[in-house]
């Protein structure tokens, strides 16, 4: 069974730091696709960073780029998302997917691939 556990997130000012952790068993962790995604209230659940350990893939969405950093330890099973210069629409909760057979995310990070989902972290940015 696959099972995602996130955690890291907080309260933070803007121009801060968080960095995200998902833990992650149940399954082979270079099969996967391994994704951060994000939703506030009312709004669509959107990709915020993916990766695909097996081709080497990552997909950032255009509003983290060069701010975030996602990252994975296979001997860990663990995937990160660093995140710095936090601004207020960063608020959100964070969730932690992943799916297989892996795909390759340079140019998206489609939601709907993902299947398996974790319970989420708060995120929230005060201006």
């Known amino acids: 069974e696959v099972q995602l556990v996130e955690s890291g997130g907080g309260l933070v000012q803007t121009g801060g730091s968080l960095r995200l952790s998902c833990a992650t068993s149940?399954?082979?962790?270079?099969?996967?696709?391994i994704g951060w995604f994000r939703q506030v209230p009312g709004k669509e659940r959107e990709a915020v960073s993916c990766?695909?350990?097996?081709?080497?893939?990552?997909y950032y969405a255009d509003s983290v780029k060069g701010r975030f950093t996602i990252s994975s330890d296979n001997a860990k099973k663990m995937v990160y998302l660093q995140m710095n210069s936090l601004k207020p629409e960063d608020t959100a909760v964070y969730y932690c997917?992943?799916?297989?057979?892996?795909?390759?995310?340079?140019?998206?990070?489609?939601?709907?691939?993902?299947?398996?989902w974790g319970q989420g972290t708060q995120v929230t940015v005060s201006s």
């Open positions: 997917a992943a799916d297989t057979p892996w795909i390759t995310v340079k140019a998206f990070c489609p939601v709907n691939f993902f299947e398996s």
């Open positions: 990766i695909t350990r097996r081709d080497g893939s990552t």
């Open positions: 149940g399954f082979i962790f270079d099969e996967y696709t």
